[in-house]
């Protein structure tokens, strides 16, 4: 089958700079999946059943929908919404659940999947949230990191990539709640 046309993102009017390829993406996150599966297979044969992902809205879906079909478990998905106030410079560390999971957690394996950790406020509110839930293990994959903005001292089990202090879009990041279509990481172009 001949190859369907690429889009045409990264004209020279688009406000944005590609940082990382889309195949670089997917490359990384196959090594991801593949890394999660054999963690999570080593709890027993049933391990899978007990997993649920749960992504956090909406910068993650993009990243959890291929994370995931590289995780070959019968895991279960789930979401979270998650806003923090303060500005794409600025965030003031207050972080508000918008949207709650559709199911208990307790006793299960809980993956929670984010598209960035920049300051750290919003994984660290929700993996404290979540625990008073009593899963039966917390475990987090986040795409990118922003190690120079970081606020919080967060534990990343499963990391795609670390980058410099740039602003950054696509893949599932917005800038003013667009480009999250882009299939590569570009970074906004005068940040
Ligand atoms: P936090 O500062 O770690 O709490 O990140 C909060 C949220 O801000 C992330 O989940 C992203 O949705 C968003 N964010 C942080 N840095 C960027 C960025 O460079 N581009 C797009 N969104 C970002």
């Given at each position: 089958?001949?190859?369907?046309?690429?889009?045409?993102?990264?004209?020279?009017?688009?406000?944005?700079?590609?940082?990382?390829?889309?195949?670089?993406?997917?490359?990384?996150?196959?090594?991801?999946g593949?890394?999660i599966t054999?963690?999570y297979?080593?709890?027993?044969?049933?391990a899978g059943a007990e997993v649920v992902v749960v992504?956090?809205?909406?910068?993650?879906?993009?990243?959890m929908?291929?994370l995931v079909r590289?995780i070959a478990l019968p895991v279960t998905l789930d979401?979270?919404?998650?806003?923090?106030?303060?500005?794409?410079?600025?965030?003031?560390?207050?972080?508000?659940?918008?949207?709650?999971?559709?199911?208990?957690?307790?006793?299960k394996h809980l993956l929670?999947v984010?598209?960035?950790?920049?300051?750290?406020?919003?994984?660290?509110?929700?993996?404290?949230?979540?625990?008073?839930?009593?899963?039966?293990?917390?475990?987090?994959?986040?795409?990118?990191?922003?190690?120079?903005?970081?606020?919080?001292?967060?534990?990343?089990?499963?990391?795609?990539?670390?980058?410099?202090?740039?602003?950054?879009?696509?893949?599932?990041?917005?800038?003013?709640?667009?480009?999250?279509?882009?299939?590569?990481?570009?970074?906004?172009?005068?940040?």
């Open positions: 089958m001949a190859d369907a046309p690429r889009p045409s993102f990264n004209r020279h009017t688009d406000p944005f700079v590609e940082l990382i390829s889309a195949e670089a993406v997917a490359h990384r996150i196959a090594e991801l593949a890394q054999a963690d297979e080593r709890l027993g044969p049933d992504g956090v809205l909406k910068g993650s879906v993009i990243f929908a291929d590289h979401f979270i919404g998650a806003a923090s106030y303060g500005d794409a410079t600025k965030s003031s560390g207050v972080v508000q659940i918008t949207q709650d999971l559709t199911r208990p957690i307790e006793g929670l984010e598209d960035i950790v920049d300051t750290g406020h919003t994984v660290h509110y929700l993996l404290e949230n979540l625990a008073t839930r009593r899963p039966a293990s917390i475990k987090l994959a986040a795409l990118l990191h922003k190690p120079e903005r970081q606020e919080r001292e967060v534990t990343i089990d499963y990391l795609g990539f670390t980058i410099p202090n740039k602003f950054v879009v696509g893949y599932g990041l917005d800038v003013a709640q667009q480009w999250r279509n882009l299939p590569f990481i570009g970074h906004v172009a005068d940040s």
